[in-house]
């Protein structure tokens, strides 16, 4: 089955990570192959709320775009560097390719031979020499093994065509002659006698048994086959090794990990119609070809927590979405085949995955409810947020009884983990929890701390507002906007780029906005921030 990735924004919060483990386990309940991902590291609340109920961190997903491994290509297409050229050529007859990679006994790649190279060979190769196993040689022609003292086969290749009495007087043979042979004892003998590699008896010849006899004695390498000497003489060079001619030059590899328009980029420059597949440790998994392109294998993903491209995974245009759980307003993210999408105006995206596992009959696991309940104190600041439904508050009293937790204080417990802001730096701490968005063409970006202790942002606040002056000068931001907001006194104080101040004054039906200008009863930046922002630019 499918492996499926579920995953929140890039900047993971604790709804959103819990809500992609809480549905990730959900799912693989229902028969479904699912694994919870994150997009970037967790904050510490959510670390906080991991280490509670001893769930491991996710792994971290860098992006979901088409690689390599996720075209159908020729798996495993490799030949052996000990194979002969006549195994060589029929395997790449029989997959129907023209270039194949050879590798070692330990699969690392050494290079390519084509059926080019073969033929060359063939045409202009160095003839009288063998260098080869005796089993290339009984396979290549369809032989039979009569006497093997040796696994490798080398030396120069000599065919009996002289009259008997002519060879034996004119020819030298030695340890180093592959000799090829019909029915004539004579010269079968003179052969064993002076110790040939190997001999070839061609057609129906038959040899004697003192002939065997000798040959035992002197370690001679005997095979027959029922191919006539001019076919054999024909074949034999087809024995080699396909090591022989292997070529290593000018060869492009490519990881099977690598992008594919990356692959797609660099094939379209060259001339190669082939190019081999290798992992990290350059073991050789395959061949690729441009034509492989068309069936590919895009990766599937589950959405949850948000449904926008710019706070989404890298890549996430060559992957499937098979769904989007959410409770944010629509976003940009569109499909080209319907899917399950499941949005709704609550507090939390926890709430939703609470309501899948009663529709389904799932039991919700005490470790589970631990953190679809984390996701929804978190989401909706212990329900003092605008956002909360009185469905939020009545999923969150079930889930803190199946979790065995005192809510408030298991709440002042995660807001305090999450207010420790030791060592990071400022730029840091303002890209904690950051949303962009583009309205009217024009770029905004929002950034909302929560915490119990307002002091130690209060310490540093010049630093903040140069730091967003930066930020938002080099990022070409219209509205760069930092809310801290205060737990305990449910308000926020705003830090903001100087530039927008006066619009700022029209978003946030303030007269005279300062830096650090406390809002009283805002804590929600998607419910009473966002929106008058989008109000005012969209009228511009």
Known sequence: MDLTFIFGHKKPDTDSVCSAISLSYLKNKLG??????????????TKFVLKYFKIDTPDYLNDVKLQIKDLNYLKNCTINENESLFTTYNYMDDKKI??????????????????????????????????????????????????????????????????????????????????????RHSIIEYAIKSKVKLIILTGSSRIKDEH?????????????????????????????????????DKIICFDENE???????????????YFPVVNKNHNCLGLIKLADLANKKRKKVILVDHNEYEQSVDGLDEADIVEIIDHHKLGTIGTNLPINFRNMPVGSTNTIIYMLYKENNVDIPKEMAGLMLSGLISDTLLFASPTTTE?????????????????????????????????KNHEEILYTDFKTFTINNKKVGVSQISTVNTEEFEESSKTYVELIEKIAKNNDYYILLLLVTDILNNGSYVYYNESAEDILNNCLKV???????????????????????????GKK
């Open 98 to 183: 023209s270039n194949v990679p050879i590798v070692d006994d330990f699969n690392e790649f050494l290079g390519m031979t084509s059926m080019k190279d073969i033929t060359k060979n063939l045409i202009s190769g160095d003839f009288e020499c063998l260098c080869t196993s005796y089993q290339n040689v009984v396979e290549t022609l369809s032989g039979k093994g009569l006497l093997k003292f040796n696994e490798e086969i080398k030396g120069n290749i000599l065919i009996a065509s002289y009259k008997s009495t002519t060879f034996i007087e004119n020819i030298k043979l030695d340890e180093n002659t592959i000799l090829i042979v019909g029915d």
């Open 32 to 45: 479904n192959n699912t694994i919870p991902m994150v997009l970037g590291e967790i904050n510490n609340e």
């Open 391 to 423: 469905k939020d508050k009545e999923i969150g009293l079930e889930l803190a009884k199946i979790a065995d937790v005192d809510m408030n204080d298991y709440a002042m417990q995660m807001f305090k983990a999450g207010s420790i802001l030791k060592g």
């Open 511 to 537: 007269e005279h906005l300062k830096q650090g200008y406390y809002l009283n009863g805002i804590i929600s930046r998607k419910k009473q921030v966002i929106p008058h922002i989008m109000e005012v630019i």
């Open 212 to 248: 065997i006899a000798l040959a035992k004695t002197n370690k001679v390498n005997i095979i027959k086959t029922e191919y006539f000497s001019f076919k054999v003489a024909k074949l034999i060079g087809l024995a080699n090794y396909v090591k022989t001619i292997v070529n290593k």
């Open 259 to 273: 992008d594919v328009k990356d692959f797609v980029e660099i094939a379209n420059k060259t001339r190669f119609s």
